[in-house]
């Protein structure tokens, strides 16, 4: 009989909104939890997250475009969990950019998206990574999975090629393609040091991100992609899942 655990700390991108708050709100819910490290690149501007009081909540100054800006929230992480380390990075903070094969050709954006949806969680993974090794190594008498040391990325549907019905939003689909290949690739890495690294699509929801369109609630789509976290073993790594737990197609 196992006990139901937590993860002891939580580091969660793109977190003063949409699917990255609802990760907050669901990690502070559990009395297991030590710490939640929030991040936004505006913080003074994160109504809702400031609006939370918990002591376990950190509020973490983070742009995912800046290697530097990662780098300082680092140290600032690392000396909060000291030689614990790091239990889980769930690499969430996106942009949906609309860009259409019949629009005017625009490299920057195109570049703009990739540098979100693909650089930033591997700067950020890399970077994090020493945190990881630490959970990982401190939680040794745990089973690999997202209780012991996991990197989780938020991934979409739009992200399979199989999948592809309508062609549409032509860069979106490529950074969130490029980002289940880094999954894949990194776990490669990760998991020699029992580090599980995993993508899951969290369905369509409603988001400012979706322009308040969608099939899910925020809160709905969390309480699937959690409880599918809780079955992930060292099988897992690399890999690409729904919300409701099953394998999506690549």
């Known amino acids: 009989f196992q006990i139901e655990m937590a993860p002891s700390s939580i580091l969660i991108t793109g977190a003063n909104r949409g699917i990255g708050l609802g990760f907050v709100h669901h990690y502070l819910s559990l009395p297991d939890v030590n710490h939640v490290f929030a991040t936004a690149r505006n913080p003074d501007s994160a109504k809702d997250l400031k609006s939370i009081s918990d002591p376990r909540l950190h509020i973490v100054k983070m742009d995912v475009q800046s290697d530097e800006s990662i780098k300082q929230a680092e140290k600032e992480i690392s000396s ?16 949906l950019d609309r860009y259409e ?28 990574l020493p945190l990881l090794r630490k959970a990982s190594s401190t939680n040794s008498s745990l089973p690999i999975g997202v209780n012991r040391a996991a990197i989780v990325n938020i991934s979409s549907g739009a992200a399979s090629i199989q999948d592809n019905k309508s062609g549409g939003h032509v860069i979106y689909r490529a950074t ?13 890495h990760t998991i020699k040091d029992n580090i599980l690294t995993v993508a ?30 809780d079955t992930w073993t ?17």
């Open 80 to 95: 909060v969990v000291g030689d614990s380390g790091l239990t889980l990075l769930i690499n969430n903070a996106g942009v």
């Open 101 to 128: 094969i019949g629009d005017a050709p625009d490299r920057k954006r195109i570049l703009e998206s990739f540098d979100i949806n693909a650089a930033g969680p591997i700067v950020v993974s890399q970077v994090f």
């Open 176 to 188: 969130k393609t490029a980002l289940n290949s880094l999954t894949k690739t990194f776990g490669h």
């Open 200 to 229: 899951i699509l969290p369905g369509f929801v409603v988001t400012e991100l979706t322009n308040n369109r969608g099939e899910l609630t925020v809160d709905q789509s969390i309480a699937l992609m959690v409880t599918v976290f």
């Open 234 to 250: 060292k099988e897992s790594n690399g890999l690409y899942y729904a919300k409701e737990g099953h394998l999506f197609p690549l």
